[in-house]
């Protein structure tokens, strides 16, 4: 399987936590710090206090959880409400790399209303699973330093801060200790640790806060899923979000909240030989690029997509350095316009290439985008542009048809994404609408959509996903258009059909009708209302209260 890349920038597109099966023997260890390294008491984390004057760690332990080798598999919790809350936390993330902490899973990020303490700002919240040798309190010196170092301060208990960081869970162990006590006595109240919680251990069962050292294993397990059953107050405005910059609104999956506006890419090709409109862009200069990007703009594009490489079937692959020479004076030109320059609109780059999404010549694109800490669109495609439209690559019998199994090979790409260091809240998912697939299949694909894909895999729930039908050859062979840019008004249908089946951004060449056709399905499908209808539903509501004062 080969996979396409947009990574979402100023200038360009591009397991499981095992856990070994409880033994019925419980014992409980003592242990003291024996050198008398410096750590942070978690109060006043500006006070050293030595690790010799420190009560003991009393720790009960199952037998069969002691760590292999010293390695052991630990939970932490992060959260920010401050500043720029994603950059905290990603700081955070490398930071326990630099500190040699393996970085196994990291849950997706979910903004959450404030807890205790409810006049602050909303958080930003997520678990990392990680592997460590250090010990509790070892690990609890180093994560606190952590939090200094981005500014974390306690002005005011559970108040607001830049960067939380908490040892929830520590292997199967529970540790009583005045400076941490795992597993975390509140974590089963706090529907922001449990819900993240689910995503990185969705089968765990794990040790309950605060129990007597005579309970037995049974007594004292609960799976997550129990438990976040129980929580009695669900927040109904937590979701997982996904970062397109850090100046434009985080983005709410369709798939979690229903109501989500969808947002329209517009398709800026500097080709000569694009499909779509003959290569008009590269034949007038980047003033004209320019221009065209504010027309985009002003019809309702919220994001330019711009492409250097023809990805028609068949086109010739040209190389990285050729590309950057077609795009780079049109993403120069673009970074004029004021609403691109402010981060009101984004562009992305389409390209095969890590060196052409960095802007200059490397090697690795899913390790690039990790780097770079930029947004990455993961499409499926099999293939080349050179070799897709090839009938084997368009057959997905042996995967149960083309929705699971374009379900399936790209679930497997945003493994490969999230073990190349790209956090969850970067990825979004294209299904590669003809792209190594018969027209049928790309119909089915359509049909299906997100909602359809994530049914086959429900790995990719929770990410947001872009669709892009626009003048595709399908069209063509199901209307029997044969020009591609007379395509628009079947275009329309597609775009439709995506948005009631939980497309969250549309690529399109026409921009001004398929705002227009968006609006309308967002207001059919997802009861999204323009200020007009608000104002109709507000008036009609008024009104029916004053009617019944009446009577």
Not at 173 to 191: A, F, G, N, S
Not at 381 to 396: A, E, I, L, N, S
Request: hydrophobic share 40%.
């Amino acid at each position: 399987m080969y996979t396409t890349s947009r990574n979402f920038h100023i200038q360009t597109r591009s397991a499981s936590w095992q856990t070994p099966e409880l033994g019925p023997q419980i014992s409980v260890t003592t242990t003291k710090r024996q050198t008398p390294s410096p750590v942070f008491s978690s109060d006043y984390p500006q006070r050293p206090i030595h690790g010799s004057r420190l009560p003991p760690v009393v720790i009960r332990r199952r037998s069969s959880s002691k760590a292999v080798s010293g390695v052991h598999q630990v939970v932490v919790a992060f959260g920010s409400n401050l500043g720029n809350r994603i950059a905290y936390i990603e700081n955070a993330l490398d930071s326990m790399r630099s500190q040699g902490i393996k970085i196994k899973k990291i849950s997706r990020l979910y903004e959450t209303q404030p807890m205790y303490y409810e006049n602050q700002d909303a958080f930003l919240n997520g678990v990392v699973v990680i592997e460590t040798s250090l010990q509790p309190l070892e690990l609890l010196d180093v994560l606190q330093q952590i939090e200094l170092e981005q500014g974390r301060r306690r002005d005011i208990e559970k108040g607001p801060r830049t960067l939380d960081l908490d040892v929830i869970l520590y292997g199967d162990d529970h540790i009583d200790h005045d400076r941490l006590k795992v597993p975390h006595p509140l974590m089963l109240e706090r529907e922001f640790v449990l819900r993240p919680l689910l995503d990185v251990l969705p089968e765990h069962n794990m040790l309950t806060p605060a129990p007597t050292l005579t309970d037995s294993p049974a007594q004292t397990q609960v799976s997550i899923k129990d438990a976040l059953s129980k929580i009695s107050s669900p927040d109904q405005t937590m979701y997982p979000v996904t970062c397109l910059s850090g100046k434009s609104p985080l983005m709410v999956p369709a798939s979690a909240r229903p109501t989500s506006r969808t947002l329209v890419m517009a398709i800026l090709n500097i080709t000569p030989d694009s499909f779509s409109d003959g290569g008009d862009l590269t034949t007038h200069g980047s003033e004209f690029v320019a221009h065209y990007a504010e027309k985009v703009i002003h019809d309702g594009a919220t994001i330019l997509d711009i492409g250097g490489q023809s990805t028609r079937p068949g086109a010739q692959l040209i190389s990285a350095e050729e590309e950057l020479a077609r795009i780079l004076p049109g993403l120069e030109a673009i970074r004029s316009v004021p609403s691109v320059s402010s981060g009101q609109v984004l562009v992305s780059v389409d390209t095969f290439y890590a060196s052409v999404a960095r802007g200059t010549y490397d090697k690795d694109m899913l390790s690039t985008a990790a780097e770079l800490k930029k947004p990455i669109i993961l499409m499926h495609m099999r293939g080349t542009p050179q070799t897709m439209g090839r009938f084997y690559f368009h057959d997905y019998t042996s995967l149960g048809g083309v929705v699971p199994g374009v379900a399936k090979e790209l679930a497997f790409r945003v493994e490969a994404a999230l073990e190349a260091g790209i956090t969850p809240w970067r990825i979004m998912l294209d299904p590669g609408l003809g792209f190594a697939k018969s027209a049928m299949g790309s119909i089915q694909l359509l049909r299906a959509g997100p909602v359809g894909l994530v049914t086959a895999e429900p790995r990719l729930g929770g990410y947001p996903w872009l669709i892009g039908p626009s003048r595709k050859g399908f069209i063509g062979r199901a209307t029997g258009i044969v020009m591609a840019n007379s395509r628009d008004h079947a275009t329309c249908a597609c775009i439709t059909t995506a948005i009631a089946t939980g497309a969250d951004v549309v690529r399109v060449h026409d921009v001004r009708s398929m705002v227009q056709a968006g609006k309308m399905a967002d207001t059919i499908f997802r009861d999204v209302l323009s200020a007009d209808l608000q104002k109709d539903v507000d008036m009609a509501r008024k009104g029916s209260e004053k009617s019944q004062e009446n009577v």
